[in-house]
């Protein structure tokens, strides 16, 4: 089976610093990766996945994540964070041909001003 | 025009009541899913339909039971409420191949029972 581990729950930062949020993963299994965002009141959606190629892929808002098969982890980066960033982001998983995906518990970006 | 839409967005009611929260996609997708969202932010998998036919069917109580009357909707009725059963409910669809499609999420119904 799949899991998921989200090694932040809460992450404080200044506006236009940089941040990484931390995801990794476990599975026997070759998988598919996702990372959602979640602002306050409303439904996820997606920043980016990751299916197969390049290991580096760029999302929306100027996220991108990194995808090391290796340390079976899926870090999310932003060089520069805004206010509007603050939200609950979630990393996901599911199996090549499989049909759930696993969430992690999240992990809260604050940005401070 | 929203993608996912779901009704009601807050729902308060007694312990021990029936409900049912409404989900519909105008997005053309073939699967919905139902997901919970707990007070800590954990969100799980309970059910997804692909063309109507119920393909996941995670461990919850089967007080829960989801109903598909075409691909556009998913309903989710919940019968003898419990306080445990107080959380977010979100709805969401993809398209065809699901299991590396986007998912998209409806604005959640809070459910709150008393």
């Known amino acids: 089976a799949q899991s998921v581990t989200q090694l932040d729950s809460q992450v404080p930062v200044f506006e236009e610093a940089p941040v990484e949020l931390r995801c990794n993963y476990s599975?026997?299994?070759?998988?598919?990766l996702f990372w959602y965002v979640q602002y306050p009141n409303q439904g996820l959606q997606l920043l980016l996945k990751?299916?197969?190629?390049?290991?580096l892929v760029k999302g929306i808002n100027g996220f991108e994540a990194e995808f090391n098969k290796s340390q079976t982890s899926f870090h999310l980066r932003k060089p520069s964070v805004h206010i509007s960033d603050t939200a609950e982001y979630f990393c996901?998983?599911?199996?090549?041909?499989?049909?759930?995906?696993?969430f992690g518990a999240g992990t809260r970006l604050f940005v401070k001003a | 025009d929203t993608a996912v839409s779901q009704t009601p967005k807050y729902l308060v009611t007694q312990m021990g009541n029936d409900k049912s929260i409404k989900c519909e996609q105008n997005?053309?997708?073939?699967?919905m899913y139902w997901y919970k969202q707990d007070s800590k932010k954990f969100l799980k998998i309970m059910f997804s339909?692909?063309?109507?036919?119920?393909?996941i069917n995670e461990t919850v109580p089967n007080r829960f039971s989801p109903k598909s009357p075409d691909k556009a909707h998913l309903n989710l009725h919940i019968n003898s409420l419990e306080l445990g059963d107080s959380a977010v409910y979100f709805c969401?669809?993809?398209?065809?191949?699901?299991?590396?499609?986007?998912?998209?999420f409806g604005p959640g119904t809070r459910l709150l029972v008393l």
């Open positions: 339909y692909n063309n109507k036919e119920l393909i």
């Open positions: 990751y299916l197969s190629g390049s290991t």
């Open positions: 996901a998983v599911i199996k090549t041909g499989g049909f759930k995906t696993i």
């Open positions: 997005l053309g997708h073939d699967t």
């Open positions: 599975s026997s299994v070759s998988v598919y």
């Open positions: 969401a669809s993809s398209h065809g191949d699901f299991n590396q499609e986007t998912q998209y």
